[in-house]
């Protein structure tokens, strides 16, 4: 069968994986208007295309914390990758490594943080984190990632409680026992009590709030980049606790069913920010011309969640970097068929479509490339 876009991976996993590892990626909260609407938005958004603009050279490269990546698309973190491949996040490492962009290696790997860096020593990564309860566990796990070259830490802020996924809850999901959460192995007691996505239940701290930014700062000299910003008034207090990253993001719709889709929820931060910090989107990035709307409208990078999941059940490494491969492809078409190829950059345009009786335009300039 022939890969041509990103819903063939999809379609692919769904029938090869089993029901249980399905649901478990696929899952939204409760009736999952979110999940669907973050997909659905970027469809409600038009371009506005300019011609004649010389698109004969195409530069995808851009930069996101001062490093250099081949096109504006990376890895959001996604938990239990040996679900979808037996190597698992070491796969997932090898592709982004191959296609030189940004892997955000989630706290709830089934690889450890040291066979992912063994397996790929030149990839560009950052650490996803939680906070938890007993915060050693968290401080441990921020040193150990320091020491093996991790980049940045991504605070993820929108699970001070797990959200509600149906179809987890009636297939009693739970790893199967050869997989476990390899980096806390010894970490917590055995017998915890009962487990909740490999770990024991009630772990995760939700009394976490700003002051543990600062907690956090004290902790490494890494740049800090809070996953989860939905609204303008946490897109200030972000900056005024001087985070150097956003990431636009509500989980791809597996927390708070009602949160906005990402794409609607882009503008207001980005108004805000001002170009003060990079302002990144995760959440329903299916096409390139995903990418290029959230790019438009001021995103620095965006981030693919479950179509890395389907690249890896498809075919492992080799699976992830087709789905890079195509994204980055139809990107670079999109950018030239809408007179954006060149550098010194021009203004492009995004618009909700048929939204407004007179159509309203953006008029945000792209910001992706570094001259
Ligand atoms: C199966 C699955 C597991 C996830 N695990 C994590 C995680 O461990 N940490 C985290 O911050 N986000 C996690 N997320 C959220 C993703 O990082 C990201 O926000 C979301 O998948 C983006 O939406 P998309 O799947 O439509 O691309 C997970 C998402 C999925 C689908």
């Known amino acids: ?186 970490v917590f007691e055995e017998n915890a009590g009962p487990e909740e996505y490999g770990v024991p239940a009630n772990t995760l701290d939700p009394s976490i709030s700003w002051k543990d930014i600062y907690w956090l700062q004290s902790l490494t000299r890494l740049p800090i980049i809070i996953k989860g910003i939905l609204t303008k008034e946490d897109a200030e207090l972000a900056v005024e606790h001087g985070v150097q990253g956003i990431i636009v993001s509500n989980h791809g719709g597996r927390q708070l069913d009602g949160d906005p889709a990402t794409i609607d929820a882009l503008s207001e931060i980005v108004d805000t920010v001002q170009g003060r910090i990079e302002v990144y989107l995760d959440g329903g990035i299916r096409t390139g011309s995903d990418v290029l709307k959230a790019l438009a409208l001021g995103a620095k990078c965006v981030f693919i969640g479950r179509p890395a999941v389907w690249g890896l059940a498809y075919k492992g490494e080799e699976g992830v970097r087709e789905v890079l491969q195509i994204l980055n492809d139809e990107f670079r078409l999109c950018m030239a068929l809408a007179g954006e190829c060149r550098r010194p950059v021009g203004v492009i345009t995004a618009a909700p479509f048929q939204r407004h009786p007179v159509p309203w335009f953006f008029t945000l300039h792209f910001n992706f490339f570094k001259a």
Not at 67 to 82: K, L, M, Q, Y
Not at 97 to 121: F, L, Q
């Open 1 to 186: 069968m022939a890969m041509v876009c990103l819903t063939d991976f999809e379609e692919y996993a769904k029938e090869h994986l089993s029901k249980a590892t399905w649901d478990y990626y696929a899952a939204g909260a409760d009736e999952c208007c979110t999940r669907d609407d973050n997909l659905l938005a970027f469809k409600r958004i038009r371009l506005r295309p300019r011609i004649l603009r010389d698109v004969s050279v195409c530069d995808t490269r851009t930069t996101v914390q001062g490093t250099e990546i081949s096109f504006p698309v990376g890895i959001a973190p996604t938990a239990f990758h040996c679900l979808a491949w037996h190597e698992g996040e070491v796969a997932t490492a090898r592709a982004t490594e191959a296609v030189n962009t940004c892997y955000i290696t989630s706290t709830y790997s089934t690889c450890s943080v040291e066979e992912i860096v063994a397996a790929a020593p030149g990839g560009y990564r950052w650490f996803q984190l939680y906070v938890y309860r007993n915060r050693k566990v968290s401080e441990q796990i921020v040193h150990r990632v320091e020491a093996l070259g991790y980049q940045a830490l991504v605070l993820t802020v929108d699970v001070p409680y797990t959200g509600k996924r149906r179809n987890d809850i009636r297939n009693q999901f739970k790893l199967p026992p050869h997989l476990r959460v390899k980096n806390f192995d010894g």
